[in-house]
Nanobody, 119 residues
Framework: HVQLVESGGGSVQAGGSLRLSCAAS????????MGWFRQAPGKEREWVSS???????TYADPVKGRFTISRGNAKNTLYLQMNSLKAEDTAMYYC??????????????WGQGTQVTVS
């Protein structure tokens, strides 16, 4: 049973950086694909980035060139390095996981979220 806990959110000025972390408990398999999502007030949740078991990464157009998703040395740690932050990046950010063989639009596990505010 996988549980995800995000951390690293906060308030920064435009142009600043933040590094989000996601700690997974019960993450004993290498068969999980991981992703980051975000949701701004009054907006639908949107996909931000994903990383596969082979290390392949994908990004939503608005964050390409600014955000970097990565796995830590430990298999149960996920990061999102966010640089050149913009006001439109303000949102609650969620870590998510799914078995890699299920469709990418069906993530099974979700964290509680960490708030990112860019002013």
């Amino acid at each position: 049973h996988v549980q995800l806990v995000e951390s690293g959110g906060g308030s920064v000025q435009a142009g600043g950086s933040l590094r989000l972390s996601c700690a997974a408990s019960g993450y004993t398999s290498s068969s999980y694909c991981m992703g980051w999502f975000r949701q701004a007030p009054g907006k639908e949740r949107e996909w931000v980035s994903s990383i596969s078991t082979d290390g392949s990464t994908t990004y939503a157009d608005p964050v390409k060139g600014r955000f970097t998703i990565s796995r830590g040395n430990a298999k149960n740690t996920l990061y999102l390095q966010m640089n050149s932050l913009k006001a439109e990046d303000t949102a609650m950010y969620y870590c998510a996981a799914r078995r890699c063989w299920i469709p990418p639009n069906k993530y099974t596990y979700w964290g509680q979220g960490t708030q990112v505010t860019v002013s």
